[in-house]
Nanobody, 119 residues
Framework: QVQLVESGGGLVQAGGSLRLSCAGSGRTFSTSIMGWFRQAPGKERQFVAAIGWRAGVTSYADSVKGRFTISRENAKNTVYLQMNSLKPEDTAVYYC????????????WGQGTQVTVSA
C-alpha cells in the first residue's frame, strides 16, 4: 500500500519556523515530482511548492518565495518543507503529494498536518 505521511506541524508564533516532513512508503518516489499544498478553513487547496526528481528543480507559490524551502532525500523517500518567517496567513492544513514515476499529475496524497501561526 502506497502511503505518504506528513509530520512536523504545530502551533508557532508569527516570525517563527517549522519544518514539515513527508515520508513515503510502499514504493520509491525517487523519480516522482513531490509537492506541498495547503488548505485554509473555507478556502480551496492551493499549491505551495514542488520539487522535481532532477536535483535543483523547484517551484514555489509567490506567497512563500524567499520564506519556504522544499528539499528531498531520496534515500529516505522523504520530502521536506522548511518554513521560515511564518505569518498568520500561512495557517492551514499542509498536504504532501507525489506523482507517478516521471508523471505530472499528483496521484498520491497524505492526510495532512495542521500548521497554526499565531499573531
Amino acid at each position: 500500500q502506497v502511503q505518504l505521511v506528513e509530520s512536523g506541524g504545530g502551533l508557532v508564533q508569527a516570525g517563527g519556523s517549522l519544518r514539515l516532513s513527508c515520508a513515503g512508503s510502499g514504493r520509491t518516489f525517487s523519480t516522482s515530482i513531490m509537492g506541498w499544498f495547503r488548505q485554509a478553513p473555507g478556502k480551496e487547496r492551493q499549491f505551495v511548492a514542488a520539487i522535481g526528481w532532477r536535483a535543483g528543480v523547484t517551484s514555489y507559490a509567490d506567497s512563500v518565495k524567499g520564506r519556504f524551502t522544499i528539499s528531498r532525500e531520496n534515500a529516505k523517500n522523504t520530502v521536506y518543507l522548511q518554513m521560515n518567517s511564518l505569518k498568520p496567513e500561512d495557517t492551514a492544513v499542509y498536504y504532501c503529494a507525489a506523482t507517478m514515476p516521471a508523471g505530472t499529475r499528483y496521484d498520491y496524497w497524505g492526510q495532512g498536518t495542521q500548521v497554526t501561526v499565531s499573531a
